[in-house]
């Protein structure tokens, strides 16, 4: 089936420095979305890509996905203590199953 | 009002117990979602209910037996169930679900269940 592989699993970063966590898919996705979980919270949805190539921004984070729709990235620029958490990508099931199948996830930690 | 309420936040039970979790979600979203997630893991889909049917099961045992009364309201009936079944229960809803394209999910804070 198809798998969503998410690296890398930890990163520690010191407060300004830049993170980016990468998504890759077995097979091609028709949309990818990415997720923040904090430390004893719960997911809450960032953003969805859809196009081929497509680069969306959210201030100081930065969305990619991959030409070939098999990949995507997230990068955070000079990190903040608030970015401390978890960020998932998430992607459709295989043959379009209707199910979001999720990355095991990069968490992030950053040194004040 | 862009929440989803989840009861109760924490819940222990013993194995021979019976007890349920309940979601609310009052965007007018037709989908909800349990998800289970075990720690430092992501979440793992258990049911999607779909304009109040149950669309997808996992393959969940039947000791979690889930529930929509209403477009509003996610029900989890548990009963029986095994230390291993401890975890975080999310609950979640989008706006629709066709069965081939997956909207953005809204989650709720989730219940931590304890199975002793």
């Known amino acids: 089936g198809q798998q969503v592989m998410q690296i890398p699993q930890y990163q520690h970063v010191q407060e300004g420095e830049d993170f980016t966590t990468y998504c890759n898919s077995s097979t091609t996705l028709s949309n990818i979305q990415w997720y923040k979980q904090r430390p004893g919270g719960h997911p809450v949805f960032l953003i969805q890509?859809?196009?081929?190539?497509e680069v969306k921004k959210q201030k100081r984070l930065t969305f990619q996905f991959g030409e070939a729709k098999k990949n995507s990235s997230l990068h955070i620029t000079a990190t903040q203590t608030t970015d401390v958490g978890t960020y998932f990508c998430a992607g459709p099931g295989s043959s379009n199953t209707g199910k979001l199948i999720f990355g095991q996830g990069t968490t992030l930690q950053v040194k004040p | 009002d862009t929440e989803v309420t989840q009861t109760p936040k924490h819940l222990v039970m013993g194995m021979t117990n019976k007890k349920s979790l309940k979601c609310e979600q009052h965007m007018g979203h037709r989908a909800m979602y349990w998800y289970k997630q075990k720690a430092k893991k992501p979440p793992e889909l258990m049911f999607v209910?779909?304009?109040?049917?149950?669309?997808i099961n996992e393959s969940v045992p039947s000791r979690f037996s889930p529930e929509c009364p209403n477009s509003s309201l996610l029900n989890l009936h548990l009963h029986a169930l095994q230390p291993e079944d401890s975890a975080l229960y999310l609950c979640?809803?989008?706006?629709?679900?066709?069965?081939?394209?997956?909207?953005?999910?809204?989650f709720g804070s989730g219940t931590q269940l304890s199975v002793l």
């Open positions: 209910y779909s304009y109040e049917k149950l669309s």
């Open positions: 979640a809803s989008s706006q629709d679900w066709y069965g081939g394209a997956v909207e953005k999910l809204f």
């Open positions: 890509l859809v196009k081929s190539g």
